[in-house]
């Protein structure tokens, strides 16, 4: 006799119980806390709190204890959370020409005012794997205490700019609100703030094979890496009933700005344009990628031929966010037995048609 | 169950709500047109129901009493979890019968048992778009929405035709709104579809993923798309539900060892359960039909 199935109620019950302690792993080893999660993870945390759209360390490294280093869960969980956040305040623009830098590169000039600051980066690394990580270290040597910068950093943009070999960008409207994504649905033609937006929350994964996808003739956009960025920088707000800018606190964030080749069109002279990325915290894969389809995006309002993936801004925007499209792919996961029940039939009624035709 | 603590009741804050319910009067207004909104993230993964879910919560209330079903059945793990996820954030009651139910949120299924006036029915909705499988972009299927042209959706069944002499359609099949709106029934069977039409119950359609919402006002005209010498029809099967001897409701076919023995049964449990209470009994046992030559076309 068939049995139902029944008792979803205690198999959920019992998964979840699995889950945690799966979760907790040998209870013999001691349990990570926030802190260490925060502190030497602290990438995982960055992205964790980039795609999450909320700068908490502290909240993120907690999504990840709980998703168990998923990251992409543990960005959902972060989400999920933020929601249900009540708005207090809108910042102003943060200034990241007053960043406090603690990296700061140009592939485009050998040298210019306020240097070139290499900072903590992988990137001249051998990558060999380090196998006296492989048991707690007595103490790691002190890094040489320089001197942060206290001269200010001026934007490789604006050193083209006063030549006028970039594009300017003007806000239309300086004054006029930003539009907010998780508030408004995305409407099209997006405009550049929303695609920003919604690039700033989009999957590093997704981003960088864009990214890539550009770089490889798909959309070909010539990027030079203007500069590079990372540091902290204040955030402000302006109360109402104040009337004057108070900061809140300090935020690490990484910002990269490229400088594009572009020949010009019937309207605009040949000029560099550019591309725009930013993350919060040191995420320099993410800011890079951003910036790349940033400016493959550009393509219609610059009157280049939009034939790329990358260039297509319902194909991009829709398909970013990694919640929306871990969710979907996943739910096919879910029962679908009524719909495959409609298949069935119809595919046993297809066949049994072409069999009776095939016997005349 | 307890009520958890420190959210709102039916999790959403009012203000969410009521843009919501905004969405929705608009939705009710135009039978079938795709009202964007701020569609929040939900602590349930997109593709489980957030759209279903935010339209459940923006009309909920502490009197309703709420039944939920997935598949056309209350105790699938799915189900399962939306129930109790309203059951913790709004401590409302629930129950598994259609009749007692103020409001059925559904997944894939409308449920047999007739809806009466005063019920609302909240469909989960995963592509809102039923212009989407001819046209992948949003920025021109709603310019085919707004200029009613809705031609390429007659070719393709036409297409189907040709190639295998019916429609191949078997679910979220495309239906006509008040002689307006080309809209998705969502992944229902075609079974399901002529249910639609003219339902005196209040129908809700929720895509979180896609931001969308639309409606079905109570006793509006909503006609699956066909042609005169192909007229649209609904499956039959030749066998009977094997636990309570229903001909009349959407069957799921279960396998039940692995020589290709198989038994149908109601995917409607509540629906097989009230037949069962009332007496009636399946022949208990697997399909002893062969081939599987079904209903007449």
Avoid at chain 1, 100 to 118: C, E, M, N, W, Y
Avoid at chain 1, 248 to 265: A, M, R, Y
Avoid at chain 1, 279 to 295: H, N, P, Q, T, W
Avoid at chain 2, 258 to 285: E, K, L, T
Wanted: proline share 7%; glycine share 8%.
């Amino acid at each position: 006799m068939y049995v139902a199935v029944k008792g979803g109620e205690k198999a959920i019950d019992n998964a979840h119980r699995l889950l945690a302690e799966d979760r907790r792993g040998d209870p013999a080893v001691p349990e990570l806390s926030l802190r260490q999660i925060s502190e030497q993870l602290s990438l995982a945390v960055d992205r964790v709190m980039t795609e999450g759209s909320i700068y908490d360390r502290d909240l993120a490294a907690l999504a990840i204890k709980q998703a168990r280093g998923d990251l992409v869960e543990a960005i959902f969980l972060l989400r999920a959370y933020r929601t249900t956040l009540p708005r207090l305040a809108v910042s102003r623009p943060v200034d990241t020409t007053a960043m406090h830098v603690h990296r700061r590169i140009s592939a485009t000039f050998k040298d210019l005012p306020g240097g070139q600051v290499l900072g903590p980066t992988f990137d001249y690394t051998h990558r060999l794997l380090d196998f006296d990580l492989a048991e707690p270290s007595a103490e790691v040597p002190e890094a040489p205490a320089g001197s942060p910068r206290g001269d200010p950093v001026p934007r490789v943009t604006e050193v083209l700019n006063r030549e006028g070999l970039i594009a300017r960008e003007v806000a239309d409207d300086p004054n006029a609100p930003v539009g907010d994504l998780t508030r408004e649905p995305l409407a099209f033609p997006a405009d550049r703030a929303t695609r920003l937006q919604n690039l700033a929350r989009g999957d590093e994964g997704f981003l960088l094979a864009l990214g890539y996808s550009t770089q490889r003739g798909f959309g070909s956009t010539h990027p030079f890496i203007g500069e590079i960025r990372m540091g902290e920088v204040a955030v402000e707000i302006e109360p109402e009933d104040l009337g004057f800018a108070v900061e809140i606190g300090d935020i690490l964030l990484t910002e990269c700005e490229t400088v594009n080749q572009f020949k010009g069109s019937k309207t605009e002279p040949p000029q560099f344009t550019r591309g725009y990325g930013l993350a919060f915290g040191y995420a320099e894969r993410k800011a890079i990628s951003m910036a790349l389809v940033d400016r493959a995006l550009r393509g219609r309002e610059l009157g280049e031929e939009v034939v790329a993936p990358a260039q297509d801004e319902e194909f991009v925007l829709y398909h970013s966010d990694n919640v929306e499209s871990s969710g979907f792919v996943q739910h096919i996961k879910l029962p679908h037995y009524v719909d495959f029940q409609g298949e069935l039939d119809l595919v046993r009624r297809l066949r049994a048609e072409r069999d009776a035709e095939a016997a005349q | 169950m307890s009520v958890v603590r420190g959210y709102n009741f039916a999790y959403l804050d009012e203000q969410t709500k009521r843009m919501i319910r905004r969405g929705l009067l608009k939705a009710v207004a135009v039978p079938g047109y795709q009202v964007p909104f701020g569609s929040r993230e939900m602590p349930l993964p997109y593709g489980w129901g957030t759209g279903g879910i935010q339209v459940t919560a923006s009309v909920i209330g502490p009197d309703d009493v709420l039944k939920v079903i997935d598949q056309g059945a209350d105790d699938t793990t799915n189900a399962v979890s939306i129930r109790r996820f309203f059951a913790r954030v709004a401590g409302v009651a629930t129950t598994e019968r259609t009749t007692e139910a103020t409001l059925i949120q559904t997944r894939h299924r409308i449920p047999e048992t007739p809806l009466a006036e005063g019920q609302i029915l909240v469909y989960q909705v995963p592509i809102p778009e039923p212009l989407r499988w001819v046209e992948p972009r949003e920025t021109e299927t709603r310019k085919m929405h707004a200029l009613t042209e809705y031609g390429v959706m007659h070719v393709k069944l036409y297409e189907d035709i040709t190639r295998h002499g019916r429609i191949a359609t078997s679910f979220n099949y495309p239906v006509l709104v008040n002689g307006r709106y080309v809209m998705s029934p969502s992944p229902i069977p075609k079974f399901d579809n002529p249910k639609m039409h003219r339902m005196p119950a209040l129908q809700l359609f929720g895509a979180g993923r896609e931001k969308r919402l639309y409606a079905v006002p109570p006793h509006t005209r909503v006609e699956s798309l066909d042609f005169e010498d192909h007229p649209f029809e609904v499956q039959t099967w030749d066998d009977v539900c094997a636990l309570c001897g229903a001909d009349d409701s959407y069957l799921d076919e279960v396998i039940v060892d692995d020589q290709g023995g198989r038994m149908f049964v109601c995917s409607d449990s509540d629906y097989c359960r009230q037949r069962r209470d009332a007496g009636h009994a399946g022949h208990g046992g697997p399909s002893d039909l062969e081939t599987v030559e079904r209903g007449t076309p």
